[in-house]
């Protein structure tokens, strides 16, 4: 069972607040949503705000949501920016002790740049945190894979420092270290054994990844217990205005996902389905016994509860069963299956400079080893 504690947090920030209100009211709040026009929350949107003195204000969001806390009364030039989007740019004027709340809509920037050569001076410092990669789903497109299935673990493979031993194991190290020192996450909730049996695949299909946050070192105590790698994966919400789709087939993996609206605008689902083929069709494509079947089921229902919460049910299964000794007289076959099951609420206050997120999960795994038709479970 894994419990944030932003919870607690934002309660011992609500009782500072009320003794720094008279401090506080001397400046403003901005706050809001931001979604694409698919109805779809965006991380990362850069929300700045330039006073008449040149002085900055600003923050990036997060599931959709911003807080910028402690603006001084005034007149600003206010910027909201992600990249593939249009910038929206507005004048705003806030009065002291004003809390303010504004949503905004990007759409994708559809235009096409030509050819754009930069030249500057080199300099030591950089702006990237180290031992941090973000990887993002629309990156998983870029490269090709086994079947017309994107996968995050093709992508992972292509990092520094993270390699697999052999096509098969479903083992992961990540700067020499081994495999059980890695912490992976979807959605808050711990997964124990996230590759499957073939390497090229995971739990982690292009279609459902928002976003991945890959630490190979620095992160902190919220990701405790680990002394490796921690890859922490946030899903996408499944689209609000229409329904779309997606089915591929190939020798070694049929895929297929569906998301749709519930309540539009409000209320989506989005579900994603793979099963590999090729225990059943190996024989006759490549005239050779492949014994590995492997597959995952994932779920997810999210809506919007007002303008200011949001709440999200996820559900993960997999499964993965094979001969590791390929066709050999040797039987080395094993298995193992994960289960997942968690909820999220997220709660901007409207009146409080707090953003409280409250994560609820459970995971089950377990394995079997099959030596003469006896199973061994652990």
Do not use: C
């Not at 920030?13 to 901005?30: E, I, K």
């Not at 870029?142 to 096509?167: F, K, N």
């Not at 999200?312 to 007289?329: E, I, M, Q, V, Y």
Request: aromatic share 10%.
């Amino acid at each position: 069972m894994i419990a944030r504690a932003s919870l607690l947090f934002s309660l011992l920030l609500a009782a500072q607040s009320v003794v720094v209100h008279n401090a506080d009211a001397q400046f403003a709040t901005l706050r809001g949503r931001v979604v694409s026009t698919t109805n779809e929350a965006i991380d990362g949107v850069n929300v700045v705000l330039r006073g008449e003195n040149g002085r900055l204000f600003g923050n990036s969001t997060q599931d959709g949501y911003y807080l910028i806390t402690r603006i001084p009364a005034g007149r600003y030039a206010l910027s909201v920016s992600f990249i593939g989007f249009v910038t929206i740019t507005d004048t705003l004027s806030l009065e002291a002790g004003s809390n303010v709340q504004r949503n905004f809509v990007l759409e994708e920037d559809e235009s096409q740049l030509g050819q754009v050569v930069v030249e500057s001076e080199r300099v030591e410092t950089r702006d990237y945190i180290a031992g941090l990669r973000t990887i993002r789903g629309s990156d998983l497109d870029v490269l090709p894979g086994a079947s017309l299935s994107r996968d995050l673990a093709g992508y992972l493979l292509t990092e520094a420092g993270v390699v697999t031993v052999g096509d098969r194991g479903g083992q992961l190290f990540v700067r020499g270290g081994t495999p059980s020192q890695n912490i992976f996450l979807l959605d808050g909730m711990r997964v124990f054994q996230p590759l499957h049996l073939i390497n090229a695949y995971s739990i982690y299909p292009a279609e459902i990844v928002a976003f991945a946050d890959v630490f190979s070192s620095g992160y902190g105590a919220y990701y405790g217990g680990r002394t490796g790698a921690v890859i922490d994966v946030s899903t996408r919400n499944g689209n609000k205005e229409r329904t779309v789709g997606s089915l591929s087939v190939s020798p070694f993996l049929a895929a297929g996902h569906v998301e749709t609206p519930i309540i539009k605008e409000r209320v989506s689902f989005i579900a994603s389905v793979r099963q590999s083929l090729l225990n059943q069709y190996g024989q006759s494509v490549i005239s050779r016994n492949l014994p590995f079947d492997y597959g995952d089921r994932f779920f997810k229902l999210h809506g919007f509860v007002n303008e200011t919460s949001n709440v999200s049910f996820t559900a993960l299964r997999s499964s993965d069963r094979g001969n590791l000794a390929g066709d050999a007289a040797v039987s080395r076959e094993i298995g193992w299956s994960n289960a997942a099951y968690g909820a999220n609420y997220f709660y901007l206050s409207p009146e409080l400079p707090v953003l409280t997120e409250i994560t609820v999960g459970t995971t089950r795994f377990s394995t079997e080893k099959f030596e003469d038709e006896d199973v061994i479970q652990s």
